[in-house]
């Protein structure tokens, strides 16, 4: 059976089969080839990122591309559990895949790159799907005795609603089948670790989002006046939110702060105090799952105006200690384009210094896509010298690269945070809609909280896991 993955850089295509040979260009884009021989998915069949030496339209690690910079640094904590994604030409050219992925618990590093290299495919794979399905359905509910204006009419009025639709439904099967992978992987055990997912697909002038955790997403955009704004793509995800505690509450999940830090809400066991999750839902986490933490992502759909310029994804150790606007400052006001991620995340480290001298730094990772498409023409030396330099960096003292879970991992020993006494900033009461467990947020902007540091996702592991079993660590 063959299949194909777009992996277009100018006019030029890289497209392979199964059996080593060449794919017409005809199925890139849709990604999917042969398939009245089998229902197996795209992701099952497709040939996998990590069989192949490149793709030059994808970006794992600090750098840039035709329209976007990534990068992140390791904090003070371990590991860097961060991992993040920039995949232009996905499925076809006016499409990019971008993301940005927080692991935490002793396992949280392998849970984020594993969601990373897997989650975009399962995205592809639900995306033909849901269109096959709906193709199906819409030639049965065909009667035929429409007249042909009022068939036209009907597809002007609905194609938006169509697409957004069919995003949504997407979205809501890539997550979930991820999650199902995740559970039964054989040889990574995310019983008491996880990893949170902010994702955007921009389709010509439409971004589609999916979000679980705390990452968070922003846009800067121009207002009639050409100054910057910063605009909220997306909700953090944490047990502070009523509507995500009350979900938490009602299937026996607690929800406390510790003494040590009022501020600071987590998700308990009913039976034991762990392990103090600080997010509602989030890949992975599975003693979690049966107490209301959940991996089904709130799906926001933006469509881009000629004032919208670019967007932001960040994990947690960035809006800890900036705020959507300081980060909509930066990205704009950089020297160059390729190096606005990179000025975002040594901001972010300057502050974590400044703000919390007594704290462990986070991981920071960012990635910035620019709608325009345009990046700079500087030397690229410079860029390969930060990255190189910065990638060593961010690896010293990982052991593991792989997902395969057998080598020895990181101890996860209980940090107390050391926090600031300015107050936090009220939250704001949202108002979301709900429809078949995924929200749709728009029009509205939600700040930062201010004087709140970073702490471990997880406090500590329950004392149950200890024991052997089939849901114990390894």
């Known amino acids: 059976m063959g299949c194909c993955v777009s992996t277009r850089s100018g006019s030029s295509t890289y497209s392979s089969g199964s059996n080593g040979d060449i794919v017409s260009p005809s199925c890139l884009e849709i990604g999917f080839c042969g398939q009245k021989r089998a229902r197996r998915t795209f992701s099952d069949n497709v040939i996998s990122l990590h069989q192949l030496p490149w793709l030059p339209n994808k970006i794992v690690t600090n750098g840039k591309s035709r329209s976007s910079c990534i990068f992140t ?15 232009e030409d996905f499925m076809s050219e006016d499409v ?85 992978e995740l559970k039964s992987h054989p040889n990574l055990n995310c019983f008491c670790s996880g990893s949170t997912a902010v994702t955007i697909v921009k389709q010509g002038s439409e971004l589609f ?26 909700v953090d995800l944490k047990p502070d939110l009523p509507r995500e505690a009350e979900r938490i509450k009602q299937y026996k999940g607690r929800v406390f702060a510790l003494q040590d830090e009022p501020e600071v809400l987590r998700v308990w066991l009913p039976f034991d105090n762990a392990p103090g999750l600080a997010m509602a839902r ?48 930066i990205v704009s006001s950089a020297p160059n384009r390729s190096s606005a991620a990179r000025i975002v995340v040594a901001s972010a480290a300057r502050e974590w210094k400044l703000k919390y001298p007594t704290s462990k730094m986070d991981d920071c990772a960012v990635v910035c896509l620019f709608f325009d498409g345009k990046m700079d023409l500087e030397s690229d030396c410079d860029e390969q010298c930060f990255s190189s330099a910065t990638i060593q960096s961010n690896h010293f003292g990982d052991q593991i690269e792989s997902d395969d879970g057998q080598k020895s991992e990181p101890s996860l020993p209980r940090n107390y945070t050391v926090r600031s006494s300015v107050e936090n900033e009220t939250n704001r009461e949202l108002s979301v809609d709900v429809e078949d467990g995924i929200s749709s947020v728009e029009n509205q902007n939600w700040l930062s909280l201010e004087g709140i540091t970073r702490v471990n996702s997880l406090v500590q592991l329950p004392r149950f896991c200890d024991e052997k079993g089939p849901n114990a660590l390894s």
């Open 73 to 87: 640094q390791q904090g003070q904590k371990g590991v860097n559990q961060d991992a993040m994604i920039v995949w």
């Open 96 to 180: 990019i895949f971008c993301g940005v992925f927080d692991g935490h618990g002793p396992r949280g590093h392998l849970v984020a790159r594993r969601v990373r290299d897997a989650l975009p495919l399962k995205l592809i794979s639900s995306l033909h799907s849901c269109k096959s399905r709906r193709k199906r359905s819409g030639k049965a509910g065909f009667k035929g005795n429409i007249e042909p204006e009022n068939r036209e009419s009907e597809k002007d009025i609905s194609a938006e609603d169509d697409l957004n639709s069919t995003w949504r439904e997407a979205f809501l099967k890539a997550y979930k089948a991820m999650d199902k």
């Open 209 to 234: 989002i999916g979000s679980i955790g705390d990452s968070r997403a922003i846009m800067g955009s121009k207002d009639s006046n050409d100054s910057m704004l910063a605009i909220q793509l997306t």
């Open 282 to 329: 989030a890949f992975g986490d599975f003693c979690l799952k049966k107490y209301g933490v959940i991996s089904v992502p709130e799906f926001y759909h933006h469509a881009l105006t000629d004032r919208d310029q670019f967007v932001v994804i960040a994990s947690d150790g960035v809006w800890d200690v900036l705020s959507n606007e300081e980060v909509v400052e």
